[in-house]
RNA sequence: CGGAGAGUAGCUCAGCCUGGUAGAGCACCACGUUCGGGACGUGGGGGCCGGAGGUUCGAAUCCUCUCUCUCCGACCA
């Protein structure tokens, strides 16, 4: 992409609504435009990194065996009445009437639809076991939104649904999003913790948040500082194996949130140079409700022995949209973000500091044709802006590598490389810095 | 939902107390000088001062109502 073509409205003035850093450098940096309380736009740069972060959560969705499917944004009010929640859920929920008068919401979750589909179509326990999953805006009305795309009203949230013949199914599925999510936040750049947690107005009796450590966190947290480093999963976990044993070797240390936390447990289990006590970002959540929503909507499976019994479920969160501000959280510094690579929205960031010199020009547009040949997206600033505003904007906008380009390197025949992480500088050729990229 | 604060140019803000018909910096446009870590000069464009009502000869400014946004708290993927 070329940036003289490219829509990417930088800001050079922190606007006033902004309190916490990721909120500030997604405005800063043109990810996001709000345009009410906890609602954005996302512009170009923002969308592209919203999508990364949506892939990888699909690609850990798919391998642990989880079918994507796509529910609407607004559901009817009958379907929350079997389940009782039309009048439990609160203000938070959304209502509309459509022309006719009929009762509609705005979906905060999909319990109750997503059962109801379940319910239509599946009798047996032979199609069992089953997780469906989507990944959709929702939108909750919260009293007091904040912290920009970390607390809004409308996100963008995957959901998964488990559905098994018994609890001990219901535990194996659980187990396959606990390892997924485990893997999916690891991709990220993530070190995520699993943490015992309430489960909330959702229901249920097992629930884990995960949850990643950060100064602007929204909750208290404590744990065992050996879960901050544990091992991650491979891509090989078989998720029709047995999974007990990452799960356990998890819940085996001390990690709670605020609403659970038992002091006493924790000084007693864990000792006090382990003992983390932090501010945390829920990223996920996962729960098992059993037979919740399955019992009154009438949701039944045939056992092998004939015998009709409602399904065992539980569903599980990420929040996608929030993933963009928690990573942001993690990962910056004064100048600007600092994507990971996985969520990065440019590869590279080619940097002509002298757009109009014919040999820079054609360097530029040498190593722009060859890297996108290659496979690589790569962000060209072929504006005729000063340097310093040049080198500014591409580290505000954080894209991992930097390949910069001007007259002066070039009669030595040399770029410069470098790393946004490290500020570490290489010069090299221009064949040089072509085949570092190009795989 | 309780408490506090703010709405004036695209952004950050001044002007409001003490009414006289709107300003600065940045951004934008033109020209010139510049150009390896957010340049400078000259000129220019851009605002029914959140909205409605009221007071007044006259309202960004005073009064009333209203909408929106932000912060603290209670609540939440």
């Not at 929350?80 to 022309?99: Q, V």
């Not at 963008?156 to 396959?176: I, V």
């Not at 990643?212 to 491979?234: F, K, N, W």
């Amino acid at each position: 992409m070329r940036l003289s073509r490219y829509f990417l409205p930088l800001l050079k003035e922190t606007p006033s609504e902004a309190q916490i850093v990721s909120h500030r450098l997604m405005l800063r940096a043109g990810l996001v435009r709000q345009e009410a309380a906890g609602i954005y736009a996302w512009l170009p740069l923002g969308h592209r990194v919203l999508r990364k972060i949506e892939q990888i959560v699909r690609e850990e969705q798919n391998r642990a065996g989880a079918v994507e499917i796509l529910m609407p944004t607004l559901q009817p009010a009958d379907l929350w009445r079997e389940t009782g929640r039309y009048d439990a859920y609160g203000k938070e929920m959304l209502r509309i009437k459509d022309r006719h008068e009929r009762e509609l919401l705005y979906g905060p979750t999909n319990e109750d639809m997503v059962t109801e589909i379940f319910r239509a179509y599946v009798r047996s326990y032979k199609s069992l076991p089953l997780i469906l999953y989507h990944i959709q805006w929702k939108f909750r009305d919260e009293v007091r939104p904040r912290f920009g795309v970390m607390r809004g009203r409308e996100f963008l949230m995957k959901d998964a649904y488990s559905f098994d013949l018994d609890a001990e199914g219901a535990r194996r599925s659980y187990n396959k999003m606990f390892v997924a999510y485990l893997r999916t936040f690891a991709r990220m750049g993530l070190k995520s913790i699993p943490m015992r947690a309430e489960t909330g107005p959702i229901g249920g009796d097992l629930s884990h948040e995960f949850i990643i450590l950060a100064e602007t966190g929204e909750s208290q947290v404590y744990c065992h500082r050996d879960l901050i480093d544990m091992p991650i999963p491979d891509e090989g976990v078989d998720f029709d194996g047995d999974l007990e044993p990452i799960v356990r070797q998890r819940s085996a240390l001390y990690a709670a949130t605020e609403d659970v936390h038992d002091q006493e447990q924790f000084e007693a289990q864990v000792p006090p140079d382990k003992r983390v006590s932090a501010r945390g970002i829920e990223v996920g959540q996962i729960f098992y409700f059993g037979t919740k929503y399955s019992q009154p909507m009438r949701a039944f499976v045939a056992g092998p022995d004939g015998q009709e019994r409602p399904v065992e479920s539980g569903s599980y969160g990420v929040g996608v949209s929030r993933l963009v501000g928690a990573i942001i959280e993690a990962s910056h510094d004064d100048a600007g973000i600092i994507w990971p690579e996985p969520v990065a929205p440019f590869d590279i960031a080619l940097i002509n500091l002298k757009a109009g010199d014919a040999a820079t020009d054609k360097a530029c547009e040498e190593i722009y044709a060859k890297l996108t040949k290659a496979g690589r997206d790569v962000l060209y600033d072929d504006t005729s802006e000063r340097p310093g505003a040049k080198f500014a904007a591409m580290d505000l906008i954080g894209i991992p590598y930097q390949i910069i380009v001007g007259p002066r390197g070039l009669e030595k025949g040399l770029v410069e490389v470098k790393t946004r992480r490290t500020s570490a500088r290489e010069e090299m050729s221009v064949d040089a810095a072509v085949n570092r990229f190009a795989e």
